[in-house]
């Protein structure tokens, strides 16, 4: 009869304490939800949001988040007045986002970050800055690189 007695009171002290656990395990679980169906009418907001934007038209604000491609261009026989011309020039270009020089009298270099191919680029530099960028001083020409050597 004491065995009896001690598996009931077994019984009922382990059924006490799982449905305690349950009941915390349920209010978890309610948060999680809450918090799943917070951040997916966010996601929706923002989608609505963009499309709505696309509508009235994308304003261009910073050209630093539309630039996705860097290009180096390499300039030899220039002096550094030349070359920090050059260089303004180049980062008032339409689609250029920044430019960072590097002088050196062996052969200084132009870091552009720009929107748009290397050769969208050029184009748009030979506009800008014709006797620099013309054809007869292009050495090389390659994704993410331009050569040019400047004739005296």
């Known amino acids: 009869m004491k065995k009896f007695g001690m598996i009931c009171c077994a019984i009922m002290l382990f059924g006490v304490v799982s449905v ?10 309610r948060t999680l ?13 923002g989608k609505t949001g963009s ?7 994308k304003k ?10 860097k290009t180096t261009v390499a300039i030899s026989g220039v002096d550094f007045a030349v070359l ?13 986002a920044s430019a960072k020089t590097k002088f050196s009298t062996s052969g200084s270099t132009i ?10 680029l ?3 530099l030979q506009k800008t800055n014709p006797e620099v960028f013309d054809e007869k001083n292009i050495e090389t020409l390659e ?4 050569s040019i050597k400047v004739k005296k």
């Not at 349950?22 to 209010?27: E, M, N, P």
């Not at 939800?33 to 907001?45: C, E, I, M």
């Not at 870091?111 to 969208?120: P, R």
């Open 60 to 69: 261009k604000g910073n050209a630093e988040a539309d630039a996705e491609t």
């Open 122 to 124: 050029l184009e748009a």
């Open 84 to 96: 920090k011309s050059i260089a303004e020039k180049a980062e008032n270009t339409k689609g250029v």
């Open 33 to 45: 939800d809450k918090a799943d169906k917070a951040g997916n009418q966010a996601d929706r907001a």
């Open 20 to 29: 305690n656990a349950q009941g915390i395990l349920d209010k978890i679980d």
């Open 143 to 146: 994704d993410g690189q331009i």
């Open 51 to 57: 499309k709505i934007s696309s509508l009235f038209g």
């Open 111 to 120: 870091s552009l970050q720009h929107s748009g191919t290397t050769e969208d």
